[in-house]
């Protein structure tokens, strides 16, 4: 499943990229007139028009004797995708584990388990609150769609100029934090000099001793 989203995103597959990508947008977008079961059930009867006319199709070719009774489905449905006992095991342990991870970071925030953490998480939360007045969460889930489906394109087509980019931004980083550590260690007071060592008296007194 990930290897598919990863052949998804970085659209090494034209065809099927641009079905996914075009169909998610649209329906998306279209969430913001209707309902999403309304918008779900047009979806799949569009689906099945679709296939119902192919399927009619072909059905008339076999009457034909152009086709030999070949489904034009077969391969999907003979695609076993059923769960064995050990992967629905595997897959209900990794949402559990999700979901306590998930609900152990939130009672560690709200209950101030760590004073910075619990900063960060405020500042979030207030950020989100203009976000909230300013857009929608269905824009920006249709706008977190598009970068997905946008960037890595746009990172293999750019790769050596956006590269460039990334070490001018970096040095152009250490060069302000280098300046900000000299200026810092300039005006820093400098420590007090240290008391010079006071003189021994033990030889002095031996010295004595050997003129007696």
């Known amino acids: 499943m990930a290897t598919k989203l990863v052949d998804l995103v970085y659209w090494r597959s034209v065809r099927w990229t641009g079905v996914v990508f075009t169909g998610l947008v649209i329906a998306l977008a279209s969430l913001f007139q209707l309902s999403a079961i309304t918008v779900l059930s047009h979806l799949c009867l569009g689906i099945m028009c679709v296939n119902f006319l192919l399927r009619l199709y072909y059905k008339l070719l076999e009457l034909l004797r152009c086709n030999p009774g070949v489904h034009p489905f077969q391969s999907h449905l003979d695609y076993d995708k059923t769960l064995t006992d050990k992967d629905t095991v595997m897959l209900v342990e ?102 010079a060592p006071k003189p021994a008296a033990a030889p002095a007194a031996k010295q004595k001793a050997k003129s007696k």
């Open 94 to 195: 990794e949402v559990v584990l999700l979901v306590a991870f998930a609900v152990t970071e939130i009672k560690r925030l709200l209950f101030i388990d760590c004073m910075i953490d619990s900063i960060k998480f405020v500042v979030l939360l207030y950020l989100l609150t203009y976000v909230g007045v300013l857009t929608s969460g269905l824009t920006l889930i249709i706008a977190a769609v598009i970068v997905v489906f946008s960037l890595p394109l746009l990172y293999k087509k750019q790769q050596v100029r956006i590269r460039k980019i990334v070490r001018a931004v970096k040095a152009f980083v250490k060069k302000i934090k280098t300046m900000c550590l000299n200026l810092y260690s300039s005006v820093r007071p400098s420590s007090a000099p240290a008391a």
